[in-house]
Each structure stands twice: as C-alpha cells, then as structure tokens.
T-cell receptor, first 117, second 117 residues
Framework: ETGVTQTPRHLVMGMTNKKSLKCEQH?????MYWYKQSAKKPLELMFV???????ENNSVPSRFSPECPNSSHLFLHLHTLQPEDSALYLC????????????????FGPGTRLTVT | AQSVTQLGSHVSVSEGALVLLRCNYS??????LFWYVQYPNQGLQLLLK??????LVKGINGFEAEFKKSETSFHLTKPSAHMSDAAEYFC???????????????FGTGTQLKVEL
C-alpha cells in the first residue's frame, strides 16, 4: 500500500450504531488530520494529531471520538450519530512543521462516504 | 485568521480552451497557497503549491498558478482544457506562522470544472 488509505470506503449506519473509520498513512509523516466534507460546504477540519498528540479539536461534537495510537494510524470512532453527520470523511497526513518557514502539503486518502439513517 | 474565496462555484469551458479558476486569499502573514483537485469519489490530490519561491508555480497535468501579492490572488490556469480535467478544484491557504502543530489549511468552497466537447 502506498499513500493514505481509508477503510471502509462506504458506511451506512443507524443513529444508535457504533462504528469506526480507519486511516493509515505509508508516507512516514508525523501529522494526521480528519476532515468532514459536506455538499456545498468548505472542507471542515475536525481534528489534528501531531506525533500522536491531539493538537486541534474544532468544536467537534463528542459523538465523534478520534484515536491516534501511532503516527501511521488514525481512527474516528462514531456513536449515536445524527442524519446531518452524513458526509465524506477525509483523512490526511503531512510532515510536522518544525520550522515556520516550511509549507508542507497534506496528502489525502480517498475518504469514507458515511450515510446515517 | 486566513480565508480563501473562490469565485464561481461552477466553470464550464470547451475542450482546448483556456482554463481559469479564481482564488483570492486573506492572510495576516505571508501565506502558503495550494491548489488541490478532487475527482468523483476520490480524495484531494495536490496540483501545486506556493511557498515564496517563484511567484509562477507549475504543477501537474499542465496546470500553473501565479501568486500576486498586490491582488491577494492565486488563480489557477491551464492553456488547453482536456476532458480529463473535469473535476472539483480547491484553493487552500496555510498560515506561515503555524509551528509545531501540523500544517493547518483553510479551504475555499471549491469550483466544479466542466469541460465540453
């Protein structure tokens, strides 16, 4: 596997279910991200992890719970979701910024299309 | 805080015609700027990035963008459109001053490019 992979690619879940999204990066990066992409809205940054530590939580509801066991893996645990949570969830990774003079691009996975019924 | 405005949510061009996708940014510090492309049911792929080297940046698939500080713009162009260019394009900005927390990108709302025969 190369790049950033995400599983599953499609997920349908009821509002009372518990499921998890998985992301894995094979690029040797140290920062990983979760984004939500809804129709007609800009990409919303949800969480940022840097060297396994969460550095950003953009006021995401607690029904979304991230986990980063190591720099290569990122999970998003889902429980008691709402229909408005249906969206494409994208994972990305990048090198950590140790110098503010470097602009590291993010590499994205293919996303998980989530439908909450 | 930085922001990005993409003028035109939908752009339609004829095959072989010039492609011009507009992006204006707002940033309190010199920015890093990126263009990403998203094909249906896929994640975002980096087309090109500006990090204060040359103001004219060349990317993949024949695309290029010019950073114009006086106009706070970073428009994406391609001299001759191809059917395979049909996709959604996102402009993004990153604050140069962010350190140690990963590379936080702010995305525009995207421009859907349609290429017609």
């Amino acid at each position: 596997e190369t790049g950033v992979t995400q599983t599953p690619r499609h997920l349908v879940m009821g509002m009372t279910n518990k499921k998890s999204l998985k992301c894995e990066q094979h690029l040797g990066h140290n920062a990983m991200y979760w984004y939500k992409q809804s129709a007609k809205k800009p990409l919303e940054l949800m969480f940022v992890y840097n060297f396994k530590e969460q550095t950003e939580n953009n006021s995401v509801p607690s029904r979304f719970s991230p986990e980063c066991p190591n720099s290569s893996h990122l999970f998003l645990h889902l429980h008691t979701l709402q229909p408005e949570d249906s969206a494409l969830y994208l994972c990305a990774s990048s090198q950590d910024i140790v110098s503010e003079q470097l602009g590291y691009e993010q590499y994205f996975g293919p996303g998980t299309r989530l439908t909450v019924t | 805080a930085q922001s990005v405005t993409q003028l035109g949510s939908h752009v339609s061009v004829s095959e072989g015609a010039l492609v011009l996708l507009r992006c204006n940014y707002s940033s309190s510090v010199p920015p890093y700027l990126f263009w990403y492309v998203q094909y249906p049911n896929q994640g975002l792929q980096l087309l090109l990035k500006y990090t204060s080297a040359a103001t004219l940046v060349k990317g993949i698939n024949g695309f290029e963008a010019e950073f114009k500080k006086s106009e706070t713009s970073f428009h994406l162009t391609k001299p001759s459109a191809h059917m395979s260019d049909a996709a959604e394009y996102f402009c993004a900005v990153s604050d140069r001053g962010i350190t140690g927390g990963g590379n936080k990108l702010t995305f525009g709302t995207g421009t859907q490019l349609k290429v017609e025969l």
